[in-house]
T-cell receptor, first 118, second 113 residues
Framework: AQSVTQLDSQVPVFEEAPVELRCNYS??????LFWYVQYPNQGLQLLLK??????LVKGINGFEAEFNKSQTSFHLRKPSVHISDTAEYFC????????????????FGQGTILTVHP | DAGVTQSPTHLIKTRGQQVTLRCSPK?????VSWYQQALGQGPQFIFQ???????QRGNFPDRFSGHQFPNYSSELNVNALLLGDSALYLC????????????FGPGTRLTVL
């Protein structure tokens, strides 16, 4: 069974500072990895996804993530954060099955609340 | 192009009652998944519908059931509500059963008293 661990429940950071949100996963098969952002009282918005190919994935709003298979990690980074990045961030995994197609079931981590201070 | 829509936005029920939540997928999408997000937790997968059939199911009791209509919209039904069912219920739509991006709706906040 797949599982996702987000290592930090809360990350406070000052505006324009860099940030890294950590995510580790476990799975017995190949995986597809995602980061979603959730603003207060809203649904989830996809930031970026890793399906295959380059292990460095660039997403929206200046975020990027690196897939590290040996360490089973998919950490999210941004070189300079803004006040508007304050939100909760979720790492999620979907398992690949035979033939390279998964069935889309997402397993989420517990979330990391990013708070950007002025 | 309308995204995923859900209704109602908020709902208050009492223990033992039944509730129906509705979801309309993003235009062009044919697959709907439902997730439960308890306060302070990540979303948990309930089930997924494709071609009007339940294709996958998470670890939820039979009190949770669903339906998909020919127009791809979907309903989530919960019977015999418990206090622990209080949560944000998220609907996500995608194209097919593959690992394509899932687009999430704003959710329905269910409170069980």
């Amino acid at each position: 069974a797949q599982s996702v661990t987000q290592l930090d429940s809360q990350v406070p950071v000052f505006e324009e500072a860099p940030v890294e949100l950590r995510c580790n996963y476990s799975s017995s098969v190949s995986v597809y990895l995602f980061w979603y952002v959730q603003y207060p009282n809203q649904g989830l918005q996809l930031l970026l996804k890793y399906l295959s190919g380059s292990t460095l994935v660039k997403g929206i709003n200046g975020f990027e993530a690196e897939f590290n298979k040996s360490q089973t990690s998919f950490h999210l980074r941004k070189p300079s954060v803004h006040i508007s990045d304050t939100a909760e961030y979720f790492c999620a995994v979907s398992e690949g099955v035979r033939g390279g197609t998964s069935y889309g079931k997402l397993t989420f981590g517990q979330g990391t609340i990013l708070t950007v201070h002025p | 192009d309308a995204g995923v829509t859900q209704s109602p936005t908020h709902l208050i029920k009492t223990r033992g009652q039944q509730v129906t939540l509705r979801c309309s997928p993003k235009s062009g999408h044919d697959t709907v998944s439902w997730y439960q997000q308890a306060l302070g937790q990540g979303p948990q997968f309930i089930f997924q519908y494709y071609e009007e059939e339940e294709r996958q199911r998470g670890n939820f009791p039979d009190r949770f059931s669903g339906h998909q209509f020919p127009n791809y919209s979907s309903e989530l039904n919960v019977n015999a509500l418990l206090l622990g069912d209080s949560a944000l219920y998220l609907c996500a739509s995608s194209l097919g059963l593959a690992h394509n991006e899932q687009f999430f709706g704003p959710g329905t906040r269910l409170t069980v008293l």
